[in-house]
């Protein structure tokens, strides 16, 4: 089945470790999204990627780090820098560049830091 | 640069009454603007979009949503709720000018259904 996975599904981390949420497509889509959701926030942008080994900061990148080597894989890491990191994290991936394409998400990761 | 407003932050309908949820939207052009779904704990689900043409746009699960310019407004619709519709709503607009790759997200609406 075609889809978006993310691992894993609950995440705990110390204070102070950096850690790595995966996200893999294999609807073969251009672009992918790492958004984080807060209570009440709604879905804020951190970082997207358009084609492979570029990527772009969305709105509040500070705190996180992203790579793009592969087409189908998308990976966040969440920093010590990050100062407040527990949040449900969201990955998406839209098909290409054209204005009518949707933006399909994934099933979430829940980071909590103890 | 765009925005969205959802004024309703929980709303609570019973079952088989009719449900609108608001969406204002802050846009200088005609903006693409989206619907979706999320359970709790997962991921969102699209319900419906209107990009242009007929401001009255269908979606999945008997949902309907309809753009008014005038009122910078595209609300969510539907005739009679399911308890399967208890979830959060998620309002969102993109800015066709830079093209799609950003949507700015509404702070969403919590629904929820009475027997």
């Known amino acids: 089945d075609g889809g978006i996975t993310q691992s894993p599904k609950y995440l705990f981390r110390k204070e102070g470790q950096n850690v790595t949420l995966s996200c893999e497509q294999n609807?073969?889509?251009?672009?992918m999204y790492w958004y984080r959701q807060d209570p009440g926030q709604g879905l804020r942008l951190i970082y997207y990627?358009?084609?492979?080994?570029?990527?772009q900061k969305g709105d509040i990148a500070e705190g996180y780090s992203v790579s793009r080597e592969k087409k189908e894989s998308f990976p966040l890491t969440v920093t010590s820098a990050q100062k407040n990191p527990t949040a449900f994290y969201l990955c998406?991936?839209?098909?290409?560049?054209?204005?009518?394409?949707?933006?399909?998400f994934g099933p979430g990761t829940r980071l909590t830091v103890l | 640069a765009q925005s969205v407003t959802q004024p309703d932050i929980h709303i609570t309908v019973s079952e088989g009454a009719s449900l609108e949820l608001r969406c204002n939207y802050s846009?200088?052009?005609?903006?693409?603007l989206f619907w979706y779904v999320q359970s709790p704990g997962q991921g969102l689900q699209l319900l419906l979009k209107?990009?242009?043409?007929?401001?009255l746009v269908q979606g999945i699960k008997g949902f309907e949503a309809e753009f008014k310019r005038s009122q910078s407004s595209f609300n969510l619709r539907k005739p009679s709720v399911h308890w399967s519709d208890a979830a959060e709503y998620f309002c969102?607009?993109?800015?066709?000018?830079?093209?799609?790759?950003?949507?700015?997200f509404g702070t969403g609406t919590r629904l929820t259904i009475i027997p």
């Open positions: 998406a991936s839209r098909p290409g560049q054209g204005y009518t394409d949707t933006q399909y």
């Open positions: 609807l073969n889509h251009d672009a």
């Open positions: 990627s358009q084609i492979v080994n570029d990527f």
């Open positions: 846009y200088g052009a005609t903006p693409y």
């Open positions: 209107y990009f242009s043409g007929d401001t």
């Open positions: 969102a607009v993109g800015a066709p000018y830079f093209g799609n790759e950003k949507l700015t």
